[in-house]
């Protein structure tokens, strides 16, 4: 039963989620701008990129670069799928990270020197924000008595009343999740602050259109696991689940455009402090009183 | 009986033979089929008894005592020529310290001790038994190639003792099937003492000073643990009057304090076979000795004898907090701490040492919450890492002989160069570290365990370490996957058994990952079930299935999906100059020269170095032991 749930949660999520994610992204610009003092391109405008790259030519350097990152959409879907379904927090959590190490291994296998930074680097970011990642399931399960998201629809008060410690230790991976600055050490849409353009140096035309899709079904998921801190048994829940997750995500492009990109070994002592401050001390309350 | 009878004996007979012979083509036959033999049979106890609930043999023998005895003096023996030629004191004098201790056991305490029941079998030694007649006898199989290369490889002249590598490799095999059949201690302490001679003398196969002295470290640190077993036999003797394992396990449920010392003392022995901090050396210096040694001895089977003792002794640990703390405790800072360190390898052997003795922490500290699902959880430790382990081995020791090093940054391109074996080698490492593989479910199981038992220590060690894995396994697996254009293909040349092995491995390693489940139902849970009376399982078939359905798909792809031409305009990489050579990534640079790009992995020396981490774990996991000890020699009564 919970394999045709996930299933049909995967397709869904893959219908659902470029749209949602696209308008997300196209918001995103529109408010970097007019923080810039611009005005900013359509809220469409993502949506004619990505239409556009899928109208290039298809160039490479190899033939696996694109099965690679097809199979990170792949697996990024199926992620969403099982999260949006109410299915097993960490079994979302573990097929996430599938997602970004075929996305590692592509750019890998370009073998270009730029994309080979940006693959250690954003291995280097898994690491970094993995431990929260981690602590983040373990305290929704001491919080919610279970690792099934669709059991906080049962709850008599939201989780961040118990594991608000651990809503921010995500808050803070949520930026190396989200690729913003200071974190986007991998790649990064800040053209000032990358070597050539990271992990996706070499990929082009069709392949960078799915990596585009694949950032927007994260951005969505991600922000799904900001939502989950404030949804219970109430429905209305909902509406200040979607209130907190907009406001979490205008907070993310206000640090996006106030920050410059950070060395790794701050990112990484940074998010590991974060992890073992909130996370541990969050853990060890709920465990031991 | 027969059977676990045959599997004991058989390879011994094997290893007299091989002893004796000189020829190549006689020994491919006779490895070949006695393994094909071993293999079956192995298989043909596991498929029969499937779901087990355990079954004991009446079986005793003074004969059979008084040859464990003389088995121990025999290895006494070896160990100490040794010792006097290559004048090594501690080793020498270990080694008569545990002479005395055995003889003495043997005719003035335990002469009129009798264990009706003297072998049995099971579900977790039907595990064990898939793992050391099955991939035991692939990777002998294996090693039949490779000692061929290896001894091509050595200097002119140099003398080959490939006869007595191959009989040693067959001594192990029936050791270790004794120390799974045995519920006779004293016969599973001759298994355990046998086993680490072999290691001793194949770690120091090739008599180079360096291997000699990382010989002698493993042996003393082994002997150490062995005198562990053997306080913990001298306190079943004295206080207990039995040598039968289940009824000390049982003895030890009911009266936590009466076995107190003589669980700590086993733990101790499990602890230094399993190689963990502050043994963790000779597991590392054991790395000299010959891949397909690496492989059986020192990561699949032989390291796995430790856990297996303290996964045995679960049940007991459950109950008594001082040992149960040691136990978590060492295995869950060695796992940290070996993950990290792992980080800061660049020589893939040692890469897979140091993820070795992590994984034998996690399986410990597993051991150590000692509860039905961390069991379960333990299990798939021991089997995932075992197949996967060995075929990640057996990939390193084809590829060093044929692109001539260990080294990481050596494998550059080695999906071009060596297509099958770079496939094989990332699947092995893929499943040793990421969802929805099996390595990746047994440690979910791990964290809910250690969750709902509120070891909030273990959980973030967890966390910690499970984020050091990804990074060195990733950037491993990001150096095989690069592909440039079309090098020289250099697998050619492979033995054909070579290629039967990893095969073997390869394909065990997909088959437990998808029927993963299966597995679960007929040969885990029995185990946990006959233990524990209930069933703990913590994660659900449900989800145990859609991990087998992502492992398919994963595999197709990395099998099936890559290679061929691309059907797309092929460029050359953007260099920041004209492009003069794809494969070596040169280009053009300002001045009209060619420049050649390169790029290393990060290894972060001066974070995950070992010369920061090491002394750590080594300072820390001593005084808890010490601690430990103490408690329970001192103050039994109070756990």
Known sequence: ?289 | MALLGFLIVFPLVVAAVLLAVRGDGARNVIVCASAIIIGAASVVLVGSNLGTQGVFFEFSSLALDFTCTGVSVVIVGIILAFAVKYRNLLAGALALVQLVGALVLEFVFAHEIEVPLGLYFDSLSLLMTFIIGVIGSGICVYALGYMRDFQAHEPEGAKDRRPLFFALMFVFLSAMFVIVFSNNMEWMFTGWEVTTVCSFLLIGYTRTEEAIANAFRQIIMNLAGGIGFLVALYVCAIQLGTFSFVEFIMLGVADPALVAVAVVALAFAGITKAAQMPFQTWLLGAMVAPTPTSALLHSSTMVKAGVFLLVKLAPVLLMSPVPSMMVMLVGGITFLLCSFMAISQSNAKRVLAYSTIANLGLITACAGVGTPEAVWAAEFLILFHAIAKSLLFLCVGTAEHHIGSRDIESMDLLFDRMPRLARFMMLGIMCMFIAPFGMLVAKWATLVSFVDMDQVALVIILAFGSAATFMFWAKWLGKLAGIAGSPENVEVTVHKTEWAALLLMAVLLVVACVTLPLISTYLVEPYVTSIYGILGQDISTDNLWIASICVAIVVVVLFAGMGGSPKTRKVDVYLAGVSRGADERSFQNALSGTSVATARNWYMDDVFGEKRIAPVGVVFNSAIMVAALVIAAVAPTLL
């Open chain 1, 1 to 289: 039963m919970t394999i045709l749930t996930t299933l049909i949660g995967t397709v869904a999520f893959a219908l659902i989620a470029p749209v949602v994610g696209c308008l997300l992204a196209g918001l995103d610009r529109i408010i970097s701008a007019r923080m810039q003092g611009r005005v900013g391109p359509p809220l469409l405008q993502p949506y004619y990129d990505v239409r556009k790259l899928f109208e290039k030519e298809s160039v490479s350097v190899n033939s696996v670069e694109r099965t690679y990152v097809g199979c990170a959409l792949l697996f990024a879907w199926v992620a969403g799928g099982v999260f949006f379904t109410g299915g097993n927090l960490l079994m979302c959590v573990f097929i996430i990270t599938l997602s970004s190490l075929f996305f590692i291994m592509a750019a890998y296998s370009t073998r270009s020197p730029y994309a080979e930074v940006g693959a250690a680097r954003e291995t280097l970011q898994v690491m970094a924000y993995e431990p929260m990642v981690l602590l983040l399931a373990v305290g929704f399960y001491l919080a919610a008595g279970t690792f099934d998201v669709g059991d906080v629809l049962a709850l008599d008060a939201p989780v961040i009343t118990t594991i608000w410690l651990v809503f921010l230790g995500l808050l803070f991976i949520l930026t190396i999740k989200l690729r913003k600055s200071p974190f986007d050490l991998s790649m990064s849409h800040h053209a000032h602050q990358e070597i050539v353009r990271g992990m996706t140096t070499e990929m082009s035309g069709p392949t960078l259109g799915l990596v585009e899709i694949m950032h927007w079904c994260e951005n969505v998921l991600f922000l799904g696991w900001i939502g989950m801190f404030f949804v219970w048994g109430n429905p209305l829940s909902i509406i200040l689940a979607v209130a907190v997750v907009l406001a979490v995500y205008f907070l993310e492009i206000w640090i996006d455009n106030n920050f410059a990109r950070v060395k790794w070994q701050l990112m990484l002592k940074s998010a590991w402090a974060v992890a073992l401050a909130a996370g541990g001390v969050n853990i060890a309350f709920l465990a031991f009183l």
